[in-house]
């Protein structure tokens, strides 16, 4: 299976600030879906997604090593996992996920905040019109994305 995203080429392209875009209230605001996020972790709309339904649970405050969230962010961190994977499952009908978490500067991630990329994941439906030649076209927006799970 190949994906095709029509953003992603954007996401390689933008430009990067010097401040990190998850501790940037604006982007996050712009992003966020309020039903999910908890008191220490912030749950958002991918801007640029792997496929429909990828949303990003990221802690509030800027942490950059698993050895630096508190407690209290350790605890909260299951509950917020479990509640989005509840509300995922439920608005993209399954029970499959990726979870993945990028660590560390040589790992891949654009941005060293650190940040959980969830996907939800489908049969694929051969008649689909999201589907052509094997490409899976991603289609959603997160602005639809964030509505919907928002619901
Ligand atoms: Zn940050």
Known sequence: MRILVKNRAKYWKRKIGKTCD?????VIK????KKLSGKH???IAAKFPYLNGNIIII??????DLNQLTKDEDMEFPVVLKK?????GESFKTKSFNITLNLGPDS???????????????????????IFNGFVLVTMDYKDLKKKLNK
């Not at 998850?22 to 604006?26: A, G, I, P, Q, V």
């Open 30 to 33: 712009d992003q966020e879906i």
């Open 41 to 43: 972790w912030w749950v």
């Open 84 to 88: 989005s994977l509840k509300k995922l």
């Open 22 to 26: 998850f501790c940037n209230l604006s």
């Open 59 to 64: 802690p509030k405050r800027h942490v950059v």
């Open 108 to 130: 891949g991630c654009s941005l060293n905040h650190i940040h959980w990329q969830i996907v939800p994941r489908q049969k694929i439906n051969p008649n689909s019109q999201a």
